[in-house]
């Protein structure tokens, strides 16, 4: 048989890199069949989503930037300053993370989803029309966000005005000055040439692009054990792979958009500059414990003691 696989970025791009993967490993060791359906193919990511729900997807890779939306507590990727922009420190995150693995599956439950994995996609950047350093000249600055209430809770904290926009509209929307800036990790930028669009990127430290894959439940609950492992391995080895893919990539996809770009400008802004973005944080996260409650901020003190332990591992 054949299961379908959708997720929301092209082939080559990471999404398309760890979903490859996961076919090459499931086929090796079964009889089962992967078609990939990668971005455009089925639609936007709450389209996906709701063919997973639906079942008429078996797997569907969607970034909690979406799914907070369906599953609130999934906004704690976006209080802002949470997690590490390190990729070591996160990959041990990610693997040992309690509130990933024993918590998260739970809420997906909920949602009729098996929660398969999250990982890593690497450091944020925002790339916007004109350059700034400080929230006050984002001031009437129009910045596409994901879908969720957080991240918009975030860009009004940071100065901005956030405008939450499905993916497929971004493009267009920068070019015709509806808005004047987007974020999202550096590959992304490059490989879906934002740099055409905006003129500055600004790396304030904020967060590190996090994804998940998860299965249809049902469909998921119905296989033998034997098929549920052949999935459970394949998802271990495809976040292994996608882990050292990403070695070098946000250096190299800065080098590209250089040689295509000459005139684009890189700012990392200095821990001083950063301090009211950081102090704004603050807020964000007791709007994040104000929309989700108890099990959102049991989800985020886990999260919190999780990350101080991969911290801890990577530093030793
Ligand atoms: O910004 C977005 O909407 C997209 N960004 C990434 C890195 N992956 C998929 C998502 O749709």
Redesign the pocket.
Known sequence: DTWRYAF??AMD???GIFAQKFKAEVEANSDHEIQLFP?GTLGE?ADTMEQAQAGILHFVDQ?P??TGSLIPEAQVFFVPYLLPTDTETLASFFRNSEAINGMFPELYAEQGLELLTMFP?GEVAITTKGPFTSPEELNEVKVRT?TNPLLVESYKAFGATPTPL??GE?YGALQTNIIQG????MF?IESTKMYEVTDHVTMIGHNN?T?AVMANKDFFDGLSEEDQQVIRNAIDVAFDHIIDYQDGLHEASIEKIRAAKPSMTFTTLTEEQRAPFKEAAREVEARFIQMTGERGQAILEQMKEDLAAAQEASSS
């Open positions: 929301e970025e791009e990471v999404q971005y990511s970034s930037g979406f996609e994901m499905p993916w971004v987007q974020e999202n990790p992304f692009f994804t």
